[in-house]
């Protein structure tokens, strides 16, 4: 069984910043990706940062290029995000992705967490 577990979030005020942990756990035969993205209240869910695992290439929404930075460990299976200079834009529901190979039947997964908060607001 494959586990994904998010850690995370919180009130911060426009200009600080927070970090929004990631890890998968269990029988895994290989991780090919994992990134964060975000939902905010009446919007559709959006790629915040992803990191494929074979190319080590990253994805940035442009709306947070510059601000944002996704740190993997490879061993660890976690994927972190970084998130500076944060605005009341960036407020939403933000989730954690993988997608996974499980070490037992070998099956495709894609994963996703329960969603951490993030408010910023003064």
């Known amino acids: 069984q494959v586990q994904l577990v998010e850690s995370g979030g919180g009130l911060v005020q426009p200009g600080g910043s927070l970090r929004l942990s990631c890890v998968v756990s269990?029988?895994?035969?290989?991780?090919?990706?994992m990134g964060w993205y975000r939902q905010a209240p009446g919007k559709q869910r959006e790629l915040v940062a992803t990191?494929?695992?074979?190319?080590?290439?990253?994805d940035f929404a442009d709306s947070v290029k510059g601000r944002f930075a996704i740190t993997r460990d490879y061993t660890k299976n976690t994927a972190d995000l970084q998130m500076n200079n944060l605005k009341p834009e960036d407020t939403a529901v933000y989730y954690c992705?993988?997608?996974?190979?499980?070490?037992?039947?070998?099956?495709?997964?894609?994963?996703w967490g329960q969603g951490t908060l993030v408010t910023v607001s003064s």
């Open positions: 990191v494929t695992t074979t190319t080590r290439k990253e």
């Open positions: 269990g029988s895994i035969f290989s991780v090919n990706a």
């Open positions: 992705n993988a997608r996974v190979v499980d070490g037992t039947a070998y099956q495709f997964h894609e994963l």
